[in-house]
């Protein structure tokens, strides 16, 4: 890396920019709060204004609304419709990009370089490229001023969950919001992200229907990601296949999120369907991207594995304790209830040992939400619930994969899945695992 002053650091004249312009956008959320709009017309207008507002809260909107219990219904519903799709930043842009990062005479680094973006999102663009060595490459390039913009956008994001906070204090989301900035201030750095992506190699290596993308280092900074093109076609495009080849992709799927989570204690957290692709006949499942993902220290991996086995003798004491473990306070009988309520949702089908889909007779845009209304309804009693962080994205991915499942109408053995997945397992073991794993790839617990 170049020790020369980074021009696209967290700058406040930037940041004062951006809160100006956000600000501006949500001026008409706070004028509908003021004159007493109710909640539906209130999140609607909340919506529009972070439609408007595009970049990271856009991004931290959508992966808040994918998240149980954190956000009223009303605004969790509306937050849905954001769409991840941004439009494409032109050849200029890219020009200034890739110069900044490889230099003058950047083209010549590659055999060919596609002036068109393949991709674009709320925090950068993918285009096309070809090696020298006659490889397809994947170019991923950041936006400018990314840094400034998530700093702004989180100051943004506490005054939004405080208005939240003001009409609903069954949840206390202070520890999610601290979780949520230091995952989106990770997926700012490309230098982490391919390190996530050797990690991933590494702890599918095992797998051989599972592949990950080959990061270029040379072709590679803080700020621009270049790795092997995957072919494969997207998950949606599999839904009208055979019974068969869903229910093997829904197998691939839970072997590549599983296993990392319960051998090493590390996870996808955006399970987002355009995250995957699938060659031929779904022989081969691709992982495309890896900004957002959690490592969780190995006590919570306990948890996980302590309140299976908790639900699976329906024994209380073991199940609390899984909740101590992840960090729950005060943990009266009706808190326990009410979180059991949800843990029995999520875990339902692996404690099962028979075949059957992931959820009987709800569509993928609904599940969970009648768990989540329910045990929003038990809370309200109990005063402000604080979530703590390390459930954030654990929570996140196990719906975002379960509506995976659901897409597939997959049927299969959830529980003889999970129950082999956990057949050895003990925490030194894993804590041992995951510390050389790390280590391997330079990345830290």
Same mark, same amino acid.
């Given at each position: 890396?170049?020790?020369?002053?980074?021009?696209?650091?967290?700058?406040?004249?930037?940041?004062?920019?951006?809160?100006?312009?956000?600000?501006?956008?949500?001026?008409?959320? *706070?004028?509908?709060?003021?004159?007493?709009?109710?909640?539906?017309?209130?999140?609607?207008?909340?919506?529009?204004?972070?439609?408007?507002?595009?970049?990271?809260?856009?991004?931290? &909107?959508?992966?808040?609304?994918?998240?149980?219990?954190?956000?009223?219904?009303?605004?969790?519903?509306?937050?849905?419709?954001?769409?991840?799709? &941004?439009?494409?930043?032109?050849?200029?842009?890219?020009?200034?990009?890739?110069?900044?990062?490889?230099? /003058?005479?950047?083209?010549?680094?590659?055999? %060919?370089?596609?002036?068109?973006?393949?991709?674009?999102?709320?925090?950068?663009?993918?285009?096309?490229?070809?090696?020298?060595?006659?490889?397809?490459?994947?170019?991923?390039?950041?936006?400018?001023?990314?840094? %400034?913009?998530?700093?702004?956008?989180?100051?943004?994001?506490?005054?939004?969950?405080?208005?939240?906070?003001?009409?609903?204090? =069954?949840?206390?989301?202070?520890?999610?919001?601290?979780?949520?900035?230091?995952?989106?201030?990770?997926?700012?750095?490309?230098? $982490?992200?391919?390190?996530?992506?050797?990690?991933?190699?590494?702890?599918?290596?095992?797998?051989? $229907?599972?592949?990950? @993308? /080959?990061?270029?280092?040379?072709?590679?900074?803080?700020?621009?990601?270049?790795?092997?093109?995957?072919?494969?076609?997207?998950?949606?495009?599999?839904?009208?296949?055979?019974?068969?080849?869903?229910?093997?992709?829904?197998?691939?799927?839970?072997?590549?999120?599983?296993?990392?989570?319960?051998?090493?204690?590390?996870?996808?957290?955006?399970?987002?369907?355009?995250?995957? &692709?699938?060659?031929?006949?779904?022989?081969?499942?691709?992982?495309?991207?890896?900004?957002?993902?959690?490592?969780? @220290?190995?006590?919570?991996?306990?948890?996980?594995?302590?309140?299976?086995?908790?639900?699976?003798?329906?024994?209380?004491?073991?199940?609390?304790?899984?909740?101590?473990?992840?960090?729950?306070?005060?943990?009266?009988?009706?808190?326990?209830?009410?979180?059991?309520?949800?843990?029995?949702?999520?875990?339902?089908?692996?404690?099962?040992?028979?075949?059957? =889909?992931?959820?009987?007779?709800? %569509?993928?845009?609904?599940?969970?939400?009648?768990?989540?209304?329910?045990?929003?309804?038990?809370?309200?009693?109990?005063?402000?619930?604080? *979530?703590?962080?390390?459930?954030?994205?654990?929570?996140?991915?196990?719906?975002?994969?379960?509506?995976?499942?659901?897409?597939?109408?997959?049927?299969?053995?959830?529980?003889?899945?999970?129950?082999?997945?956990?057949?050895?397992?003990?925490?030194?073991?894993?804590?041992?695992?995951?510390?050389?794993?790390?280590? %391997?790839?330079?990345?830290?617990?």
């Amino acid at each position: 890396m170049s020790d020369t002053p980074d021009p696209e650091r967290n700058r406040l004249s930037a940041r004062i920019g951006r809160v100006a312009r956000v600000g501006a956008n949500m001026s008409g959320a *706070v004028g509908a709060r003021v004159m007493g709009a109710d909640q539906a017309a209130l999140a609607r207008t909340v919506r529009q204004a972070l439609g408007r507002s595009k970049g990271p809260l856009m991004k931290v &909107a959508q992966l808040l609304s994918t998240i149980p219990d954190l956000l009223p219904q009303a605004y969790a519903e509306e937050f849905r419709k954001l769409q991840a799709q &941004a439009p494409a930043m032109g050849w200029p842009f890219v020009q200034r990009r890739m110069r900044a990062e490889l230099g /003058e005479g950047w083209e010549t680094k590659f055999a %060919s370089f596609e002036r068109e973006a393949a991709a674009a999102a709320s925090l950068g663009q993918v285009h096309r490229a070809v090696a020298h060595d006659g490889r397809g490459l994947a170019c991923k390039l950041q936006y400018p001023d990314m840094a %400034s913009a998530v700093e702004a956008d989180l100051g943004q994001l506490r005054t939004l969950l405080n208005l939240f906070k003001s009409m609903d204090g =069954t949840i206390d989301s202070s520890e999610a919001i601290i979780e949520v900035g230091e995952r989106l201030r990770e997926e700012l750095d490309y230098v $982490r992200e391919l390190k996530h992506m050797r990690l991933f190699a590494l702890m599918l290596q095992g797998e051989a $229907r599972i592949r990950t @993308p /080959e990061p270029l280092e040379e072709l590679s900074t803080k700020r621009l990601l270049t790795m092997t093109w995957l072919e494969g076609r997207g998950l949606m495009s599999w839904l009208d296949e055979p019974q068969e080849t869903r229910n093997r992709i829904a197998e691939l799927l839970f072997k590549a999120w599983w296993g990392p989570m319960t051998h090493h204690g590390v996870i996808h957290g955006d399970p987002h369907l355009g995250n995957y &692709a699938l060659t031929d006949n779904a022989e081969r499942l691709h992982l495309l991207d890896f900004g957002c993902v959690r490592i969780f @220290p190995p006590r919570f991996l306990d948890g996980v594995v302590g309140l299976y086995r908790g639900l699976k003798a329906n024994d209380m004491d073991q199940i609390a304790h899984a909740y101590e473990t992840w960090g729950f306070k005060n943990l009266s009988t009706e808190l326990i209830e009410a979180l059991t309520l949800w843990a029995r949702f999520i875990y339902g089908p692996l404690l099962d040992d028979r075949i059957r =889909t992931i959820a009987d007779d709800v %569509s993928p845009a609904a599940y969970g939400r009648r768990e989540a209304f329910e045990v929003r309804k038990r809370l309200k009693s109990l005063g402000p619930v604080l *979530v703590p962080r390390e459930f954030v994205f654990m929570d996140r991915a196990a719906i975002g994969l379960g509506a995976a499942f659901l897409h597939l109408r997959a049927e299969l053995n959830y529980g003889r899945m999970f129950a082999e997945s956990i057949a050895e397992f003990s925490v030194e073991a894993l804590a041992a695992r995951q510390v050389e794993a790390l280590g %391997s790839v330079g990345l830290s617990s």
